[in-house]
């Protein structure tokens, strides 16, 4: 190989290498954020927590002496 096709060819493979180096990134960024949403799916699905119980003092007042109506 002489120096002139030696220097020429890895410039032949240069755009299609980061071609594919693009389309990796494209890729794996997509892999990621299905991840992100099929666990956000998940614990919502699954694992979100109960709503927060009225605590104010009004509300537990009702809740531990209700007021007969009858």
């Given at each position: 190989?002489?120096?002139a096709t030696r220097s020429?060819?890895?410039s032949g493979h240069a755009?299609?290498?980061r071609r594919d180096?693009?389309?990796l990134a494209v890729e794996l960024v997509g892999v990621v954020l299905v991840k992100i949403a099929l666990l956000l799916l998940v614990?919502?699905?699954f694992f979100?927590?109960?709503p927060r119980p009225d605590t104010r003092p009004a509300?537990?007042?009702r809740t531990l002496a209700p007021s007969s109506g009858s």
């Open positions: 190989m002489t120096p020429s060819a890895p755009p299609a290498a180096l693009r389309r614990y919502y699905a979100a927590p109960y509300a537990i007042e």
